[in-house]
C-alpha cells in the first residue's frame, strides 16, 4: 500500500498548486490513498470552509487533516461533524465539534487515519496526545493506523514516532511548514518524518510573503496575512506500507 500525505495547504496559491498537480503526483507515486492537510486552505491561511474541502476532497484526497486553525473559519463546524472523512486533532475537547479519526478500507486493509496536535508552544487546550494515540490504538480496531501530529517541537514530534513504534504505520508532522530531512523506518516497522513541508509559495516565511513576515519581527504595523504566491509546490510524504501493516520505506516527495 503506497500512503502520499501532503504538507498544509496554505492560502489559494496553495489550493491553486494543489487542484492543478495533486493528480499528477499520485499518480507518480502510485498513490493507494492520499492524506492531505487542510488547515491554512482559506485565503487568509486560518481554517477552511465546507467549499474548500470539497475542492480538496475534488482534487484527490481521500482524507482531509486539520489542526491549531481547525476553527479559523467557523462555517466548518457543521461541515466537521456531517463529512467523516475531514479529521480535527482527536485530542481536543469533546465538546468541540468533528471527527478526530476515522476509518476507510484500502488495499483489503482497514485503515486508521488519525489527526493530533502536539502541545509544546501550541495551545494549552489539547489533552495529552500520547495518551489520545494509546486509546486510538488500543480502542480502534484497524489494519493500518496512520497519523498526522499537528506540532511545533520537533523533539515532541519525534516522541511521538517513539511512542507509536511498532504500532503505527506512519507518523508525519505538520504545522512547521518546512520539509525536514530525517525521514526514515523506525526498529519496529514505523515510518516517520517530523515536517512534510507545505503546499503553496515556499519563496515566503512559512508560506506568508517574506515582507510581511519581517515587518511583522521587525514590530512594524502589517496588514492581514498574504499568502506567498512564489514558487508554488506540493510538498509531502511517501509511505510504503507492506502485507503486515509495517512501513518498508518513507521518502519526500514535492511537484511545483
Ligand atoms: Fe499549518
Ligand atoms: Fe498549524
Redesign the pocket.
Known amino acids: 500500500m503506497v500512503v502520499l500525505v501532503i504538507g498544509?495547504v496554505v492560502g489559494d496559491p496553495g489550493m491553486d498548486v494543489l487542484c492543478r498537480r495533486l493528480r499528477q503526483l499520485k499518480k507518480q507515486v502510485g498513490a493507494d490513498l492520499t492524506v492531505v492537510n487542510g488547515?491554512?486552505a482559506t485565503p487568509v491561511g486560518k481554517g477552511i470552509t465546507p467549499q474548500l474541502a470539497e475542492e480538496i476532497f475534488n482534487a484527490g484526497a481521500d482524507v482531509i487533516t486539520l489542526?491549531?486553525?481547525t476553527y479559523g473559519n467557523r462555517q466548518i463546524c457543521d461541515y466537521l461533524e456531517e463529512q467523516e472523512y475531514i479529521l480535527r486533532p482527536l485530542n481536543y475537547p469533546i465538546q468541540q465539534p468533528g471527527h478526530g479519526y476515522t476509518l476507510l478500507e484500502c488495499c483489503g486493509k482497514t485503515v486508521c487515519v488519525c489527526n493530533l496536535q502536539g502541545r509544546v508552544g501550541?495551545d494549552y487546550i489539547p489533552s495529552d496526545p500520547f495518551a489520545a494515540a494509546d486509546w486510538l490504538v488500543e480502542e480502534i480496531r484497524a489494519d493500518v493506523y496512520l497519523v498526522d501530529f499537528?506540532a511545533e517541537a520537533t523533539s515532541e514530534k519525534q516522541a511521538m514516532g517513539y511512542h507509536l513504534n511498532g504500532r503505527a504505520a506512519a507518523v508525519w508532522g505538520?504545522?512547521t511548514h518546512v520539509p525536514t530531512a530525517d525521514e526514515r523506518v523506525l526498529s519496529k516497522g514505523t515510518g516517520y518524518i517530523t515536517d512534510i513541508g507545505m503546499t503553496g509559495g515556499v519563496d515566503s516565511v512559512i508560506g506568508v510573503r517574506w515582507e510581511q513576515s519581517l515587518h511583522m519581527f521587525r514590530g512594524e504595523l502589517t496588514e492581514r496575512f498574504k499568502p506567498s504566491d512564489r514558487d508554488c509546490r506540493v510538498q509531502g510524504a511517501v509511505f510504503e506500507i507492506n502485507e503486515q501493516g509495517k512501513c518498508v520505506a518513507v521518502r519526500r516527495v514535492e511537484i511545483a
Do not use: M, R, S
Open positions: 498544509d488547515e491554512n489542526g491549531n486553525h501550541l499537528h505538520t504545522h
